[in-house]
């Protein structure tokens, strides 16, 4: 098969880096200082995966733009000042990324994360000139699980 003919599309969180941990703190953290105590099952039915708006929506309900945003920027920020000091991409990542490089394979992200932990992501892990292709919570309206990232992913990757 010609390389030109598929790509290999990434999540970030999970996949890229393995943020999960410090991300269930960032969220323990604020959800609490908001008076809000999860477990981890309602941390997967209303969190994980999905884009700040939504879960902030289940979590707290309608709330003005503004202050969803400020909400989200609180929880993010919290996330990258906890992950700072131990990013690093998972095992094998930086090897399986030079392959696809070597063979001339596309390489894209479709995360449900925000452009700053994007940034932060790739900044910590070198990886930044691996993916010629990124697309972050600003390009969907709907989160994870609706496909609509990865049709768009697919979409900006010309395939």
């Known amino acids: 098969m010609d390389s030109a003919s598929f790509a290999v599309i990434f999540d970030m969180d999970g996949v890229i880096v393995d943020s999960n941990p410090a991300h269930k703190i960032a ?7 908001h008076g809000h105590e999860l477990s981890e099952q309602q941390l997967r039915e209303k969190i994980y995966g999905r884009t700040n708006r ?3 929506t289940n979590l707290f309900g309608q709330l003005p733009d503004e202050q969803l945003r400020a909400f989200a920027e609180e929880k993010e920020a919290l996330y990258r000042k906890i992950y700072a000091a131990t990013i690093a991409p998972v095992a094998g990542l930086l ?3 030079d ?3 070597a063979h001339s394979v596309k390489r894209a ?4 994360a925000p452009r700053a ?3 932060f992501t790739l900044a910590g892990t070198g990886t930044a000139l691996y993916f010629e292709t990124i697309l972050d919570d ?3 309206s709907r989160g994870k699980p609706d496909p609509e990232i990865y049709l768009k992913t697919v979409a900006a990757l010309q395939m």
């Open 95 to 97: 090897n399986f990324l």
């Open 99 to 101: 392959m696809l490089a």
């Open 54 to 56: 939504d879960w902030l």
């Open 109 to 112: 992200i479709a995360t449900s």
């Open 27 to 33: 969220l323990q953290a604020f959800c609490k200082q």
């Open 117 to 119: 932990n994007v940034d």
């Open 138 to 140: 600003t390009f969907v």
